[in-house]
């Protein structure tokens, strides 16, 4: 069974604190946002790099997962993979190895030791990943993934950094927009929101990271975690 080594995943190590409510709230928001139509596929997209995107995905993965959700979360990042530290699982294999056919899923699916969530890690990087998340391949492997799961949540890398979070976007059910309050200018959270919209992505809320509530700081730095 793998190990849980990193300490930012609160849902599963601090089940109990007002960070794992947080992304509790976050969960049921989601749900709310569309009864008629339910989300079973997610992506948690930034504008940039180190906003909280794999940590957010992560955690509110394991409360679907806590909810008896058949739960899998995938690294969409082929280029700068780090879902597989979350969780404390190798990457020597994983969705590139599926995607260029060296793999079946079921073979690189690993099990994160948390009841109901498994995680495919991105694996070797591609010299192409944008081709790779644009192929045929990967629709194909999506439509098989969603008979055998719940909901499944996808990492990507930074909107404006890469093509590869739009690209995805168009396969998701919904997109999460992170946004690390301080650190990002209004106007680069405003140019990944329309380069969203332009594709006609669904964007179901911004989740806001790094939010003082009452001048006190909360675990892990994540103060708040809001849909709006």
């Known amino acids: 069974m793998p190990r849980l080594i990193n300490n930012q995943l609160v849902t599963s190590l601090h089940a109990q604190s007002s960070v794992s409510e947080e992304y509790r709230m976050l969960r049921t928001n989601i749900q709310f946002s569309s ?14 790099a180190g906003e909280g995107r794999t940590v957010t ?22 280029r700068r993979s780090s879902l597989h530290h979350m969780f404390g699982l190798p990457n020597h294999t994983g969705l590139t ?8 899923w079921q073979d690189v699916v690993q099990e994160t030791g948390i009841d ?22 990967m629709k194909a492997l999506l439509v098989e993934l969603k008979e055998h799961y719940d909901v499944i949540l996808m990492d990507t890398p930074p909107l404006l950094s890469f093509p590869d979070g739009l690209i995805v976007s168009a ?3 919904g997109v999460i927009l992170v946004v690390q309050a301080g650190k990002v200018k209004k106007d680069i959270v405003k140019k990944a929101k329309a380069n969203l919209e332009r594709i006609k992505a669904r964007i ?3 989740v806001l990271n ?14 708040e975690r809001s849909l709006t």
């Open 204 to 206: 179901l809320g911004v």
């Open 35 to 48: 009864i008629d139509e339910p989300i079973e596929v997610m992506m948690v997209a930034s504008a940039q």
């Open 57 to 78: 995905i992560s955690n509110l993965a394991v409360t679907y997962a806590q909810e008896g959700k058949k739960v899998l979360v995938m690294d969409m990042d082929l």
């Open 97 to 104: 190895r599926v995607l260029a056919n060296q793999q079946a």
């Open 116 to 137: 109901q969530l498994h995680a495919i890690t991105a694996g070797p990087n591609p010299p192409n990943p944008s081709e790779m998340l644009s192929s045929r391949r």
């Open 171 to 173: 396969m998701c059910d």
């Open 210 to 223: 790094n939010v003082k509530r009452s001048n006190t700081r909360m675990q892990r730095g994540m103060e």
